[in-house]
């Protein structure tokens, strides 16, 4: 018998925009599953996790509706862990609130495309990976000159306090870019558009979510020429290692029961795009 269907997002949004096309089909994936309890973990249980608001087809808030990759992987991982959908309360975790949100008790997890890093990790621990994205750049569609991260010479770039993308433009263009940060992605992509940057950078994953919003469709195209590879990881608490190793055997289910290419093609994939193979959850 089939297994119950948890939800269904929107199909091939970002697969549209990374290819440019503003096409995309439902892929034939299956569907996400109910899954089986993870070792150790009971039913009856409550999380509060973080997630972006304003990543569309990746953490996305709605009035009372969450869609996105994210939203997927947050909600199966709670229901491995013992906690019903509606069990779960979501809240806003912008990039430079996520640390804090696990340090205060704030949220449990943060499933919001949370690059693991070492510095991260002196204050918080992290499952996964369960997804790789790279650094990129969301350009205006009638921009030819962009084509790389190697064509920024004097551009003004614009990316969000507290993310990786941010430090990796201090770090490798100090003094040969102008970089804006803002607390969220879309004021960079308003800005993007009203011409007072030239370019967003941050993960592929995100920037094509954007580019295939209706409101922006046709109006900005993703270069595609990935720069970093960003490793996505669940936050938790530090030092709590027993969460941990349930998130990570929760995200192995994930991958191997078929739900994270469903969840994928659901946000991402779709006619033509070559989805990426999943990482090796545990290796955080
Ligand atoms: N994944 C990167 C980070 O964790 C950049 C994207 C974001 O999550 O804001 O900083």
Same mark, same amino acid.
């Given at each position: 018998?089939?297994?119950?269907?948890?939800?269904?997002?929107?199909?091939?949004?970002?697969?549209?925009?990374?290819?440019?096309?503003?096409?995309?089909?439902?892929?034939?994936?299956?569907?996400?599953?109910?899954?089986?309890?993870?070792?150790?973990?009971?039913?009856?249980?409550?999380?509060?996790?973080?997630?972006?608001?304003?990543?569309?087809?990746?953490?996305?808030?709605?009035?009372?509706?969450?869609?996105?990759?994210?939203?997927?992987?947050?909600?199966?991982?709670?229901?491995?862990?013992?906690?019903?959908?509606?069990?779960?309360?979501?809240?806003?975790?912008?990039?430079?609130?996520?640390?804090?949100?696990?340090?205060?008790?704030?949220?449990?997890?943060?499933?919001?495309?949370?690059?693991?890093?070492?510095?991260?990790?002196?204050?918080?621990?992290?499952?996964?990976?369960?997804?790789?994205?790279?650094?990129?750049?969301?350009?205006?569609?009638?921009?030819? *000159?962009?084509?790389?991260?190697?064509?920024?010479?004097?551009?003004?770039?614009?990316?969000?306090?507290?993310?990786?993308?941010?430090?990796?433009?201090?770090?490798?263009?100090?003094?040969?870019?102008?970089?804006?940060?803002?607390?969220?992605?879309?004021?960079?992509?308003?800005?993007?558009?009203?011409?007072?940057?030239?370019?967003?950078?941050?993960?592929?994953?995100?920037?094509?979510?954007?580019?295939?919003?209706?409101?922006?469709?046709?109006?900005?195209?993703?270069?595609?020429?990935?720069?970093?590879?960003?490793?996505? /990881?669940? /936050?938790?608490?530090? /030092?709590?290692?027993?969460?941990?190793?349930?998130?990570?055997?929760?995200?192995?289910?994930?991958?191997?029961?078929?739900?994270?290419?469903?969840?994928?093609? *659901?946000?991402?994939?779709?006619?033509?795009?070559?989805?990426?193979?999943?990482?090796?959850?545990?290796?955080?």
């Amino acid at each position: 018998m089939a297994a119950p269907t948890l939800r269904r997002g929107t199909c091939g949004v970002v697969l549209a925009a990374l290819l440019g096309t503003g096409l995309a089909a439902c892929g034939d994936s299956g569907e996400i599953k109910k899954p089986d309890l993870v070792e150790g973990a009971e039913a009856g249980g409550k999380l509060t996790i973080g997630i972006s608001y304003d990543e569309p087809g990746v953490g996305f808030k709605d009035g009372d509706d969450y869609s996105g990759f994210d939203v997927d992987t947050a909600t199966y991982v709670a229901e491995a862990l013992g906690v019903d959908d509606d069990d779960i309360t979501w809240v806003r975790a912008d990039p430079a609130d996520r640390e804090e949100l696990l340090t205060s008790g704030q949220a449990d997890l943060v499933v919001a495309t949370y690059s693991i890093t070492d510095e991260r990790k002196q204050q918080v621990d992290f499952a996964g990976p369960y997804f790789v994205a790279h650094q990129d750049l969301l350009i205006r569609r009638n921009d030819t *000159e962009i084509t790389g991260p190697k064509t920024l010479h004097d551009r003004v770039l614009c990316s969000v306090t507290g993310t990786t993308s941010s430090e990796y433009v201090r770090e490798h263009y100090k003094g040969d870019i102008t970089l804006k940060e803002y607390p969220r992605y879309s004021a960079c992509v308003e800005a993007l558009l009203d011409g007072k940057v030239d370019a967003v950078t941050t993960d592929d994953l995100i920037l094509a979510g954007y580019a295939s919003e209706d409101r922006y469709r046709g109006k900005l195209k993703v270069v595609g020429d990935g720069f970093t590879d960003e490793r996505y /990881g669940i /936050g938790v608490r530090k /030092g709590d290692t027993a969460l941990v190793a349930k998130v990570d055997a929760a995200l192995k289910q994930y991958i191997d029961d078929g739900s994270w290419r469903a969840a994928l093609d *659901e946000s991402v994939g779709g006619s033509g795009y070559d989805l990426p193979d999943p990482p090796t959850p545990g290796t955080a």
